[in-house]
């Protein structure tokens, strides 16, 4: 079923609807009612500020507390239920954990699939056709573009979204975070480490 299908599962919007907010951004900028390049600041901090934050403090927490991670990985819902991340393309989450064996990376084959109320809204590369594409076919190539470089003996594993399980990648806590809180751990989490196409931060450069 094509994805722009009001009747496909992953429809969110009405059909076109990059034209018609194409059409509303022209018709605004011409009327001198919105500044472009405000509208481009205000889309970057939903997708990769504001947005990611709740994934972010999870990430954080699983990282300092064994009980909350063994239930994140085992049973998400219902703690991501206590926690009010929850809703609307986040009503079936599956945490999927990072380790020295094995990295995982998150991908929408179909369309764009992603756990908004975790990540915000997604990224433009993860909805393109390249990255759907390419995730699948050769992850490792594309990891190194995101400039992720992963030991040898680690594999990587593609996880594909979809309209029912939306995944969460909880990543390695980095080395030197020992003394960290959870509201400074979550400072080195990045949208894209939930995703598996980064890594997060390490103390000294975050
Ligand atoms: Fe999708």
């Not at 959870?182 to 450069?205: H, K, Y």
Request: charged share 25%.
């Amino acid at each position: 079923m094509p994805h722009d299908d009001p009747d496909h599962p992953h429809a969110l919007l009405p059909p076109d609807p990059a034209l018609r907010v194409k059409a509303l951004e022209t018709i605004l900028t011409r009327k001198g009612l919105v500044d472009p390049a405000a509208l481009d600041a205000i889309i970057d901090m939903y997708q990769s500020r504001i947005g990611p934050r709740n994934g972010a403090q999870v990430v954080a927490r699983a990282w300092v507390d064994a009980d909350f991670r063994a239930r994140l990985l085992s049973n998400p819902m219902p703690l991501l239920r206590d926690l009010g991340f929850y809703g609307r393309q986040g009503e079936h989450m599956v945490v999927v954990e990072n380790t020295p064996q094995t990295h995982n990376m998150v991908v929408c084959t179909l369309c764009s699939c992603y756990p908004w109320p975790l990540l915000g809204i997604p990224p433009g590369w993860y909805k393109s056709d390249a990255y759907r594409a390419r995730a699948v076919r050769e992850p490792r190539k594309v990891l190194a573009e995101f400039g992720v470089e992963l030991p040898a003996g680690t594999a990587v594993r593609v996880w594909d979204s979809t309209a029912e399980i939306r995944y969460l990648v909880l990543p390695m806590r980095p080395e030197g975070t020992d003394g960290l809180g959870v509201d400074a751990l979550a400072d080195l989490v990045s949208r894209d480490s939930m995703i598996g196409t980064g890594l997060p931060a390490r103390p000294e450069a975050a």
